[in-house]
């Protein structure tokens, strides 16, 4: 099989690369290590861009290495990211790979419950391979 090498860095800093995936997702890998939040601002408001330019619905979200929310991501990512999100016709898909941090998991797990009902409609997966497999099968 081979690696899931991707190409076409779009965005970096501190917080996280973000990816033009060559199999057609935004893939945003996050760098461990507390954050500022103007870092993570940045990141995810380049992956909306990305998404809405190449007209893509589908992203993976690997988390393997990120530090837990704070409060304030936590309510930006509800009140400002997935609310643009919900304002977006059809579905947007997001394979995530677990945080290994317990912490960051839980923060992680509380923002994906009040994704719901935004379009947003997600998959949790400790490998790669199964994520990116899963992104393949949805459109």
Same mark, same amino acid.
Request: hydrophobic residues 40%.
């Given at each position: 099989m081979? $690696?899931?090498? $991707?190409?076409g860095i779009y965005f970096e800093n501190a917080a996280g690369r973000l990816v033009e995936h060559p199999n057609g997702y935004a893939l945003v890998r996050y760098y461990p290590g507390p954050r500022k939040f103007s870092d993570f601002q940045a990141l995810l408001t380049h992956l909306s861009s990305l998404l809405a330019r190449r007209r893509w619905n589908r992203l993976l979200s690997d988390q393997r290495q =990120?530090? $837990?929310?704070?409060?304030?991501?936590?309510? /930006?990512? +509800?009140?400002?990211w997935l609310g643009a999100t919900s304002r977006r016709p059809g579905p947007r898909y997001g394979a995530v790979l677990r945080a290994l941090d317990v !912490?960051? +998991?839980?923060? =992680?797990?509380?923002?994906l419950h009040e994704a719901r009902g935004t379009?947003?409609?997600y998959r949790? !997966?400790? +490998?790669e391979e199964e994520a990116?497999? /899963?992104?393949r099968q949805v459109r």
């Amino acid at each position: 099989m081979l $690696p899931l090498a $991707p190409e076409g860095i779009y965005f970096e800093n501190a917080a996280g690369r973000l990816v033009e995936h060559p199999n057609g997702y935004a893939l945003v890998r996050y760098y461990p290590g507390p954050r500022k939040f103007s870092d993570f601002q940045a990141l995810l408001t380049h992956l909306s861009s990305l998404l809405a330019r190449r007209r893509w619905n589908r992203l993976l979200s690997d988390q393997r290495q =990120m530090s $837990p929310h704070t409060a304030q991501e936590t309510a /930006w990512l +509800r009140d400002v990211w997935l609310g643009a999100t919900s304002r977006r016709p059809g579905p947007r898909y997001g394979a995530v790979l677990r945080a290994l941090d317990v !912490f960051a +998991r839980l923060s =992680m797990n509380q923002v994906l419950h009040e994704a719901r009902g935004t379009g947003l409609v997600y998959r949790e !997966f400790d +490998r790669e391979e199964e994520a990116a497999q /899963w992104l393949r099968q949805v459109r």
